[in-house]
């Protein structure tokens, strides 16, 4: 099962994720990827089992992008734009017709899933916002988890509401100028300002 993932994985999330669960046939998903149903159901013995095994190796793969890019990011807020972008990417992949297959067809699964995504984004910018008092970026009087919970519902990560989709427009870049200009101090939000300036920031949104 783990090598026929590794090999198929991203095909298959891709058209689960881009054409819905419901209008994705066990024959045309086979016949996209090149593999016959013989063959993919020696892996799995469903679709409803395959659509699970999906989700969860996606959301493993999510968390294993965002612990890199704490691992990689040269400060705090460098951090947080890409932390937004990796969350806005995701989002964006997934389309109406997926969402509404889950929470019609897989509650369960959506709620979990969901609720996982939410408590996961919330973990990782209260790290985040951690870091960055301790870089003396963000102010020392913020509460981490309560500005994390708030970024979380504005994405809509909550099992009771669809995704926000995100893209590169003012609602956004006004919302990550919100964030900043409530959490950072003089020198974050002097550097807040450069990189906001910056060309290359486009790249982050």
Request: glycine residues 4%; neutral net charge; charged residues 25%.
């Amino acid at each position: 099962m783990k090598n026929f993932l590794d090999q198929y994985f991203e095909s298959i999330r891709d058209i689960l994720f881009e054409k819905g669960i419901k209008n994705t046939t066990m024959d045309s998903l086979c016949s996209s990827i090149g593999v016959s149903k013989r063959t993919i159901y020696q892996k799995v013995e469903s679709k409803g089992k395959l659509v699970h095994v999906i989700f969860n190796k996606d959301m493993a793969e999510f968390r294993q992008k965002t612990a890199s890019i704490q691992k990689n990011s040269t400060d705090a807020i460098h951090e947080t734009l890409l932390l937004f972008d990796a969350i806005c990417e995701k989002q964006n992949k997934i389309s109406d017709s997926t969402i509404s297959d889950l929470k019609n067809h897989y509650q369960p699964l959506w709620h979990d899933f969901t609720k996982s995504m939410g408590q996961h984004v919330e973990a990782t910018f209260s790290k985040n916002i951690q870091e960055g008092i301790c870089q003396r970026v963000f102010s020392k009087d913020v509460n981490p988890w309560e500005v994390a919970h708030i970024v979380s519902r504005y994405f809509g990560l909550c099992p009771d509401k669809s995704f926000t989709y995100c893209h590169a427009d003012a609602s956004l870049l006004n919302f990550i100028d919100y964030h900043f200009n409530s959490i950072c101090n003089r020198r974050g939000k002097e550097l807040w300002e450069k990189l906001k300036d910056n060309s290359l920031l486009a790249c982050h949104l």
